[in-house]
């Protein structure tokens, strides 16, 4: 006979996680689509107006603000010491980086969410990285993930860490050095389901995707990946009692399961240069690439195994024109929306079929976009690198309900919480919200 303890654990055990809706805890929000549903952010703001507070950022980072409860956490890196001459490429063919000659501080900071208050700042680790990064990028571009108790910190090759929520290193984890494509840095966040934190590490060395416990940082399982660089962060896929881990690439998209590391089933058709991050919502996973050749795939994951083909029924849809290439889409409800590599072109396509009912939508007051699409209150809110976020309707005609712009650059995605949207700039941290 099952002892009552026994019993309570393990239906703990097999009980589907659920997410905290109402906070913005990773890379991609509660429910890992770009959607907050209990957030309702303003629609309009500048630097005088629904400002509730801004704070200067140190040193230089793209990851995306994470806020839990009363605190908002980024991750940065602080150039140090004298400048040196500039270390030579490791991959030959690299283009558009940024100089390598400094030392760099890699940090964690929390600030009070009330107020914009900084309430501790951790350095974790100093080093020269051994390779440079583009110079629209930079070396803290992973987001942090958290689940109230435990903060980690993807740093790529300068290690991972795991903070309490006071800022003290519980543990942290060298993978050694990641050799990325054309020298463009390292992008990829951390993903936590339950007692699991789930790394994807693909560069130009040997690749894998790794599974580490929360609680002390052993490793749990490692699965080798015939691929190369991508910048695309690993999804946890849940329905019923049944979860996977889907990580895209450029040979395969793959599921694995997530107690052992196994491939369950596996689909081919993106470009290299995977940077998109997929999104999942009722048994369907998307996910899109652009880069030599454009690529988009809605998969029926819960019905999917094996080698998925082209006249496998759990491949629902191809697209192969204006598929989205930096920004990750934005899953809300029944529709996809997503930019045009990343440009200022907006598409919506149904999330079962792929069919696009409009034509795309050409987005005035915007350009370039790096952050991904985020949905709240029924609103879409995009931000570019020229400072300006335009908030649009969701709805089959999406119409422009505000243009803003604020005096910084945006690439990383903002956070949706509660009646504020704080946004990462290059200098400054923001938190918008009705007077």
Known sequence: MIQLPLLLALLLQSAEVKPHLDQWPQWRGPLGTGVAPHADPPVRWSETENLRWKTALPGRGHSSPVVFGERVFVTTAVPFGEPVAPRPALDPGSHDNAP?????????????????SLLWRRAVKE??????????????????????????????????????????????????????????GEGSSPALYGDSLL????????????????????ERWRAERDE???????????????????????????????ETGAVIWECAGLSR????????????????????????????WTEAKGDITTDDPALL?????????????????D?????????????????????????????????????????????????????????????RKPRVLGLNQLDDSFSATPAAVGDALFLRGDHWLYCLARD
């Open 273 to 300: 240069n995977v940077v998109a991050t997929p999104v999942a919502a009722d048994g369907r996973v998307i996910v899109g690439s652009s880069y030599e050749k454009q690529a988009m795939l809605g998969i029926q």
């Open 127 to 184: 080093e020269f990285p051994h390779q440079a990064a583009h110079e629209s990028a930079g070396f803290a571009s992973p987001s942090p993930v958290t689940n109230g108790e435990r903060l980690f910190a993807s740093f790529g090759s300068r290690g991972i860490f795991c903070l309490d929520m006071e800022g003290a290193v519980l543990w942290e984890k060298d993978l050694g050095d990641m050799s990325v494509k054309h020298d463009h």
């Open 335 to 395: 529709a996809v929306y997503f930019l045009h590599h990343y440009q200022n072109t907006l598409s919506r396509v149904d999330a079962a079929t792929g069919d696009e009912p409009q034509r795309p939508f050409r987005l005035s007051g915007i350009g370039n976009v790096y952050a991904s699409l985020v949905g709240a209150a029924n609103r879409i809110y995009i931000s570019d690198l020229s400072g300006a976020t335009l908030v649009l309707s969701h709805g």
């Open 228 to 258: 190369v660089t991508s910048w695309s962060s690993p999804l946890v896929v849940s329905a019923g009692d049944q979860q996977q881990l889907v990580v895209a690439g450029s040979q395969r998209v793959r599921a694995y399961d997530l």
């Open 100 to 116: 390598l000659t400094q030392a760099w501080r890699f940090e964690v900071l929390a600030y009070d969410r009330a107020d914009g």
């Open 199 to 218: 790394l994807n590490w693909d560069h130009e060395g040997d690749s894998f995707v790794l599974a580490l416990d929360e609680a002390t940082g052993e």
């Open 317 to 333: 849809w191809v697209r192969r024109k204006s598929t989205p290439y930096v920004p990750s889409p934005l899953l809300y409800g």
